[in-house]
């Protein structure tokens, strides 16, 4: 729109994806007084009745706004992966009350996801004499399943949404970093270091609080590049993955780009950070058999 025409200049009151489009696409190069033109124009009677279809309409844009994000494929992604966390964590958790329970049939019994797969589908079920432990065991175990579905799906999304973070990182933690962050978008929009903490939150409050020191990683400590350096320059690893991820995150929502030499440069990186403590050791080494 012009800076001499409201949202309401073209606009049918009877068509509300015509005027919630104007509100979400217009703009004016500064305020003016749009409820006084509005009734110049004959687009309402009064102040009071602009308001109100004002209103009406900020509510449509609103609403039309959110189930375009909510139908965006980093949004799809977002739903998948806190799914499948959800379901791991419930099968988990109903897994451990299915052993304290065959526990007291069977004193053989055993834990975890895999010892309820066996009592749903074998004899073992069976053995318990006690239909609903089977029937929980099956619970458990279809919730593993699902779990299982939608790592795959999360696996075969993400490359397609963040081919670049998911390249760096893998596609199921990159998963995780976009969820943490609200969207791809807002992933994109954060600082390296907020990269890095993601997922560590309490301990970031505790430290704000002087409760604790701050923390060094977040989920990304499940990167191998973190997880496979040495605790002394673990801190170093994180950094160094969360730049590259924070550049990933952008590449990805604001071109889609593929940049491959991001993956090459972070290698050479953390290789520099590893040799820091292998060199150290070393040397250690070398001056212990010194003084021999």
């Known amino acids: 729109m012009s800076d001499t025409d409201g949202w309401f200049a073209a606009g049918d009151r009877d068509d509300p994806d015509a005027t ?18 509005a009734v110049e124009d004959g687009f309402a009677d009064d102040t009071d009745e602009y308001y109100d279809a004002l209103r009406e309409v900020t509510t449509e844009a609103t609403r039309a706004a959110v189930t375009e994000r909510e ?6 992604l977002v739903h998948a992966v806190r799914a499948m966390d959800d379901c791991e964590r419930t099968a988990n958790e109903l897994a451990e009350r299915l052993a304290e329970w065959a526990g ?6 055993g834990t975890g996801v895999e010892y309820a797969r066996e009592v749903a589908s074998s004899e073992a079920g069976d053995d318990l004499g006690e239909p609903a432990v089977r029937s929980l065991a099956e619970r458990v175990a279809g919730l593993a399943d ?4 939608l790592r795959e799906f999360v696996q075969r999304r993400t490359p397609a949404v963040a081919p670049n973070l998911a390249a760096l990182a893998d596609p199921v933690l990159a998963a995780r970093l976009i969820s943490l962050a609200g969207g791809l978008e807002e992933l994109a929009k954060k600082p390296s270091g907020t990269v890095q903490v993601l997922g560590a939150e309490d301990a ?9 020191p701050s923390p060094k990683h977040g989920i990304i400590y499940t990167h191998d590049a973190v997880r496979g350096t040495h605790p002394d320059e673990r801190g170093s690893a994180a950094r160094a993955v969360a730049g590259k991820l924070a550049i990933a995150a952008r590449v ?20 520099t950070i590893q040799a820091r403590n292998a060199d150290d050791g070393d040397a250690a080494t070398d001056g212990g058999a010194g003084d021999e």
């Open 71 to 76: 139908r965006a494929d980093d949004r799809q």
């Open 104 to 109: 007291t049939i069977d004193p053989d019994a």
């Open 252 to 271: 990805d929502h604001y071109s889609g780009e593929s940049k491959p030499e991001l993956e090459a440069e972070l290698a050479e990186r953390i290789e």
């Open 20 to 37: 919630a489009a104007a509100v979400r696409e217009g703009s004016a190069d500064e305020p003016r007084d749009w409820p006084r033109l």
């Open 146 to 149: 699902e779990a299982d579905d």
């Open 204 to 212: 970031l409050f505790a430290h704000l609080r002087g409760h604790a």
